[in-house]
């Protein structure tokens, strides 16, 4: 299931793929608009320095092929091929970004996406529409960013001012108008016609292309040429250092605030309008990869796949099974489809054959997710112990540690008094250790210095680097008169875990949760307790089910964590 | 009425084990090639599919069971499809084809009637673990099925003298030709109710894989019904 990001969500590519040979799709369309998706490399100072590094349809690779364009397939408008490790080290940064050919505005798209495949999977989502933006003509889609280890960012930032303004907001004024981009680029710099995307003959940029015979949109024809002391201001917030605040950054416009209504997406061959945020994967719009026949995205790399060629056992020749050599017993009437095949299955016999697919997956991170309810720490790396639930570890490897963490005297009598106590066990030295309670859903979180509030008893470990304390949540309607939560902040790895697969539902100002389901929230929300349900639960002399509703208010970006499980 | 459920229908058979889903395992059964499963793992069967609790050469090899109720498998043999399942647990296939593989007592669900196989207790450790732990070492040419709470994990011990421990309640199988032995990590801490909770691991050491579980609840379903 591949993870959903929202606007402003980040995640190091690490924990959501073990390759760093990765296929980049972008899904972006609306009624009669064409779109250019390219891909900017730029520098420690978010420059675009080497002008080898804007990849786009007339530069479809960088110099070293660390980043290519592979063109639309597999229901994507324009796909990259990113070979992480590739990428030369003054390179620190990817933005993919879309603008669109021609006139028109970003409101108008249909519901799109980007996306991230590694190994014939998809591991990434982030997916837009066009009420999250309004008369923009350029758009930053995502991020893949260095910081100590590539990161993915999904950024969703529009400009006004269309590829230019993009241009400018990367390089500067520098030699614009003799940007080997700018040629050829449609709208570039001081380019004044429309030149058709096809139009490839790198002349000088202002030879002024002809009105474009070939457009058959209206706009075109009117010579939308706005000369170069015209053009539409640049964005008008460039660019604020996306990665380094808390948690979002991006300015949002709210839901419903769109000034444009969308038009009617009559035409759209990906159809059916759809809530901005975390459709059900397995209804599968746009023909993903998973679809039964649909065609792969190249699955170059793939890291574990389950067919992969079988190495050999311990040591045995790898004879086909032997055992199904009885002829076929004469069928009674009405039985004979119960043949048993001869033969090996697909991805070859044997133990390590079979369970190839459920490998560990090695990499140099602190903390790896190993599947949906697994995780694996190694203390090596980092050097710090981790506080872990007693009696969560399930295996581990080299020399580790482990040993009774005291709440102290302080914590004990808050833990009683509140509920929120947490039986910690401290692991250290060196090696790695494997993670898990219950077979419960764990989902590590890395903290950059912002805050999570989180119940005790969905905490399965933390960096020690963290800190934590105890919040009181108040409210009328609650038995014993408040809520308890930990609160956790600082810079760290936090492990939650959810029985189920979790809702993540962004904070918007009708948002609430039942407090025995909701597991974890940003700890920059407001939490209101929502009064209506006590009313009932007087009107009636039982119990009536559902006890007290929180209602979380707090600024765009906030998200709440609830698991399909009432404890 | 039945549209949405039409999705759950069998696929066809390819191989003598399958999965259905990933808590479900199908058995091609064919007279003569009879199998053993865990008692009271059927959930379904199609056709002509025979069963035989405790039967008596089960009961010579695993006399080393106690468990004071005859042995925990059934002898199924028949023509037909075998539906097993341990309670919602994933169901892991595996088609040993000369390889041998050990495994926890609890976490094996079926395997072929004409695998070598044999019952041993684990050395050093059955005192520790409340449930007395017990393995099956099962090789041959043929197929396997074990279940595993919640998708398993597979490591490589990595050869050498490094020492790969694992909480015994969360163990599934691993390579016979490991070295296990017990490892205490009791301190004085734990007997006054401070312990980290870890107070015995198996300790695994040579060139294998041990397989592990994402729970630590190892309670044996099939034995609680009965």
């Known amino acids: 299931m591949p993870r959903e990001f929202q606007r402003g969500h980040k995640a190091r590519i690490s924990d959501l793929t073990a390759g760093t040979d990765l296929y980049v799709g972008v899904q972006i369309s609306a009624p009669g608009l064409s779109f250019d998706i390219s891909c900017f490399g730029l520098d420690a100072d978010e420059r675009l320095s080497d002008d080898r590094y804007f990849v786009f349809f007339n530069q479809p690779k960088s110099p070293e092929e660390s980043v290519q364009l592979l063109g639309a397939q597999a229901g994507d408008t324009e796909s990259f091929r990113i070979t992480l490790d590739r990428i030369p080290a003054q390179i620190q940064k990817l933005s993919f970004t879309a603008t669109i050919d021609g006139a028109g505005q970003m409101s108008q798209i249909a519901p799109g996406y980007l996306r991230i495949v590694a190994g014939g999977e998809e591991v990434a989502r982030y997916a837009f529409n066009g009420s999250e933006f309004t008369t923009e003509r350029a758009v930053m889609l995502g991020d893949f960013y260095l910081k100590d280890v590539w990161r993915f960012a999904a950024v969703g930032q529009g400009f006004d001012g269309g590829l230019e303004a993009l241009l400018k907001n990367f390089g500067g004024e520098v030699a614009e108008e003799e940007a080997p981009a700018a040629p050829s680029q449609p709208q570039a ?269 969905n905490v399965l470990a933390f960096d020690e680097s963290l800190q934590y304390e105890v919040r009181r949540v108040e409210g009328h309607g609650i038995p014993g008169g408040a809520l308890f939560t930990m609160q956790f902040t600082g810079t760290g790895t936090i492990v939650v875990k959810t029985h189920g697969v979790p809702v993540v539902l962004p904070v918007t100002p009708t948002t609430f949760a039942d407090c025995n389901a909701v597991v974890a929230w940003s700890a920059a929300s407001q939490v209101v307790v929502s009064s209506q349900v006590r009313m009932r639960r007087n009107a009636y002399p039982g119990d009536t089910g559902e006890s007290v509703n929180l209602q979380f208010r707090g600024a765009p970006g906030n998200f709440i964590v609830v698991q399909p499980y009432e404890v | 009425m039945n549209q949405p459920l039409a999705g759950y229908a069998p696929a066809p058979v390819t191989a003598r084990m399958e999965n259905h889903g990933n808590h479900m395992l199908k058995v091609a059964m064919q007279t003569g090639n009879d199998l053993f499963a865990r008692v009271g793992s059927m959930v379904a069967y199609e056709g002509f599919v025979q069963y035989e609790p405790n039967p008596p050469a089960v009961r010579q090899i695993a006399r080393d069971w106690m468990t004071g109720e ?122 006054i109710g401070r312990g980290s909770g870890e107070a015995y691991q198996m300790a695994f050491s040579g060139q294998g894989i041990v397989v592990v579980q994402p729970s630590e609840d190892s309670t044996d379903r099939l034995r609680i019904r009965g």
């Open chain 2, 70 to 191: 005859g042995a925990p498998l059934m002898k199924c043999s028949g023509d037909g499809l075998l539906y097993l399942a341990d309670y919602g647990a994933n169901v892991v296939v595996i088609n040993l084809n000369g390889d041998g593989i050990s495994v926890n007592a609890t976490n094996l669900l079926a395997f072929d009637a004409h695998l070598t196989w044999g019952v041993e207790r684990v050395k050093g450790l059955a005192k520790f673990a409340g449930q007395g732990l017990w393995n099956t070492k099962i090789s041959g040419q043929g197929w396997v099925a074990l279940t595993s709470r919640g998708k398993p994990i597979v490591v490589d011990c990595g050869g050498g003298e490094d020492e790969t421990y694992v909480d015994p309640d969360a163990l599934v199988a691993w390579s016979p030709n490991l070295k296990v032995k017990g490892k205490r990590s009791f301190k004085a801490q734990s007997l």
């Open chain 1, 189 to 457: 710099g001081a380019s004044p016609g429309f030149a058709p995307p096809a139009f490839g003959a790198p002349g000088p940029a202002p030879v002024p292309a002809p009105a474009a015979p070939q457009q058959p949109q209206p706009a075109a024809a009117q010579g939308f040429a706005p000369p170069p002391g015209a053009t539409p201001p640049p964005a008008p917030a460039p660019a604020p250092s996306v990665h380094g605040a808390p948690t979002i950054v991006a300015p949002l416009t709210p839901p419903g605030g769109v000034h444009v209504p969308p038009p009617a997406p009559a035409p759209a061959p990906y159809g059916q309008p759809q809530p901005p945020y975390g459709q059900p994967p397995q209804q599968q719009p746009y023909g993903q990869p998973a679809a039964p026949g649909a065609p792969m995205p190249p699955g170059y790399g793939q890291p574990q796949a389950p067919q992969a060629p079988m190495p050999p056992g311990y040591g045995q020749q790898p004879t086909p099974p032997g055992y199904g050599q009885q002829p076929p017993f004469g069928q009674a009437p009405g039985q004979q489809a119960y043949g048993v095949p001869q033969g090996a299955p697909q991805g070859g016999a044997g133990v390590t054959a079979a369970l190839q697919q459920f490998k560990e997956t090695p990499t140099g991170q602190r903390w790896t997710q190993q599947n949906r309810k697994l995780v694996r720490v190694d203390l090596g790396v980092g050097g710090q112990p981790v506080l872990a639930r007693q009696g969560s570890m399930v295996l581990y490897q080299g020399k580790v540690d482990f040993s009774y963490k005291g709440a102290g005297f302080a914590g004990r009598i808050v833990g009683n008094a509140t509920g929120q106590e947490m039986q910690l066990m401290r692991c250290t030295g060196q090696g790695q250790v494997f993670l898990a309670e219950n077979s419960t859903m764990l989902h590590p979180i890395e903290l950059q210095g912002d805050g999570i509030c989180v119940s005790a008893e």
